[in-house]
């Protein structure tokens, strides 16, 4: 249950046939819209890429003690975060 600040009152999100909203409770989009923070998107995408396989690489170095398997893991979910933006955002 969310608050609309438009009208004041508890929402759903939901709206009847008429109402013309999606069920995330915004404003429907057409297909080709821009998300309005799609640069930060995609830069958040790269970052946590990078840091979540990073650690991963980490603690497996830490293990095996084999150092270089940080920047390996770093590099891997660099890759999997660039090739996760080309299929969400490349696509038309």
Do not use: C, D
Request: net charge neutral.
């Amino acid at each position: 249950m969310t608050w609309r600040t438009m009208s004041g009152s508890a929402s759903s999100g939901r709206t009847g046939a008429s109402g013309g909203q999606e069920p995330g409770g915004g404003q429907p989009q057409e297909p080709g819209q821009v998300e309005e923070n799609q640069g930060w998107s995609i830069f958040s995408y790269l970052i946590a890429g990078m840091v979540t396989y990073g650690l991963l690489g980490w603690l497996v170095a830490w293990l095996t003690h084999v150092p270089v398997l940080l920047p390996v893991g770093a590099l891997v979910g660099l890759v999997f975060a660039i090739g996760g933006v080309v299929w969400k955002y490349g696509r038309s």
